[in-house]
């Protein structure tokens, strides 16, 4: 590729409606990119917010609801959060790894690790008792998602599943890749020749979560966010068999829990 | 921003040459800006791979003058690295934090958190002798970056320079923005109202490292490696008095060290 000028961009997509519970998602996101006049072409990746699948799937639990256990009590007072959302937090999760002031770090049944299970506790209308989770399983909803797309549009997509999470040694929470299909999660280069025709020595890049990065930041997250955001020239369309948990570091592996 | 596409592009720069130690760094990104016929406008944001302002920084060290202390040779056993490419990590430290086969994980003398000090050995002529360390002070190194740019094309910018950095809990590096000038390491959106005017609760966005890990996507690692892109629509040349120190989390908050 040395020697072309090649782009890669990102386009927020306007238009998609507050999404209600059993909307049809791939529906309101055809719309909205037939409407932007944003036809996608083979190798496009849909970067759709984790808030609007979640709210399609009906992953909304209204707090009045959920009875907290005893942990659950023990560990709302610990981290100074609601005993009942703490609840919720453990039902989603597979361990609890950290637990602080304000925040609750575990790893969440889908295996990534992240705060408070990712429970979402604003843009929902009358959030002061609703709380949302994080789909079920959402290299799933991407696979389902990209599907209808690919049929809708006649072509070879990517989606991809975007959430925003924190970093252990760093300010500021960056766009990851928790669900994804037709893209590659990791791209492995070691063992390819560098410049000198040395072997690289590390190089597998995370493809999906640096794209996901870039996604989040043009969605926004206050009150002028827009849930979709279409990638263009991402060579999406072939997952080569990986999802988003293909770059879940295996527990084994793990020098920091 | 509801109701407009809006796009951000990363535009892959070739033309850049064989950097040699003492180069001028600034000029030859001007060149291949010019040649590419991509000329920065106000508010773009140029990324740079760390390697190439590290080599005419002339921050290369040949192995076979490094005498490696005794702590060096004890880490490099069990490490199982070169004793020599130790020491140098260490002197390009200030504290250890994991230590396992293959991989060490230090606090960067910048304050970065990462692998091997960010020394590397690949893409260097003779580089089986040859080591790479980050810029002394890459904030620094984007300052002076900029400020040139700047002057050259008449129009304010922002600089980005990039490394690719490893993740505890998910496999594959992310481009991660290791010094800035221009551009803002963290937008605040804290206390913003969210759709339905509730605080949102989380939302300290990392601009810089989202916008590099895709800047890095663009350039590759391996043989065809680039290490320049032109990111448009980004918003930079204001930075707020950020670098990209502003993204390092204080070592009171760390969770996981």
Known sequence: MTGTTQTLAFIRIPGVPLVEPGADLPGLITAALRAAGDIPATGD?????QKIVSKAEG??????TVEPSLRAQEIAALANKDPRVVELILRESRTVIRVS???IITEHNTGVILANAGID???LKGSDDAALLLPADPDASATRLR???QQNFGVRLGVIVTDSIGRPWRLGTVGTAIGCAGVLALNDL???PDLFGRQLQVSEVA???SLAAVAVLQMGEAAEGTPLVLIRGAFGGDDRGQTART???PTAEDLFR
Chains 1, 2 share one sequence.
Do not use: F, Y
Request: no cysteine.
């Open 247 to 249: 770059a879940l570091r």
């Open 101 to 103: 002031p304000g925040v």
């Open 190 to 192: 070691r063992g390819q």
């Open 59 to 64: 992953r909304i639990v209204h707090l009045a």
């Open 147 to 149: 599907d209808q797309l």
């Open 121 to 123: 506790r604003s843009n």
């Open 45 to 49: 990746v849909i970067a759709v917010a």
């Open 207 to 209: 493809v999906a979560d």
